[in-house]
């Protein structure tokens, strides 16, 4: 059996340069039939220009009927901005992921650190958003 591949949504408002982690999805398919919906549907994202990007993540174990997913994000912050992110492939057992997330920290130096979960083809940003000027 191959390595299972689940896929990030992210999407850009593009002059403001502001990105929205919008969910993990089983498909590359799904994931893009929600950028959609969010560029036609959703305030803030129908209303100004936005892209989107579709990555694909590895998960490393095996998939859970749970069907929730753990990431370990790292970034330092410059100026009020977030920058040298990093981010972890998927885990899907807790336990795992909080060690694998202590021995990161170890090895690699980041200001900031989270450990995340996220349920498979839910949307974390579920909100539109508005500029303020």
């Avoid at 919008?22 to 959703?42: F, P």
């Avoid at 920058?83 to 200001?111: C, G, P």
Wanted: glycine fraction near 4%; proline fraction near 2%.
């Amino acid at each position: 059996m191959g390595m299972k591949i689940l896929y990030e949504l992210t999407i850009c408002d593009t002059k403001l340069e502001k990105y929205f982690f919008i969910g993990i999805y089983s498909s590359k398919e799904y994931a893009l039939s929600t950028a959609k919906t969010y560029c036609r549907n959703i305030q803030g994202f129908k209303d100004y220009p936005c892209t989107y990007s579709i990555m694909p993540k590895t998960v490393l174990e095996k998939l859970t009927s749970e069907k929730t997913v753990y990431r370990i994000v790292g970034w330092d912050t410059r100026n009020w901005e977030d920058v040298n992110i990093w981010k972890s492939d998927l885990y899907t057992n807790k336990k795992t992921a909080e060690a694998a997330y202590i021995e990161i920290q170890q090895n690699m130096k980041r200001q900031e650190w989270s450990l995340d979960s996220f349920k498979i083809n839910e949307s974390h940003w579920k909100d539109g958003f508005i500029r303020v000027t």
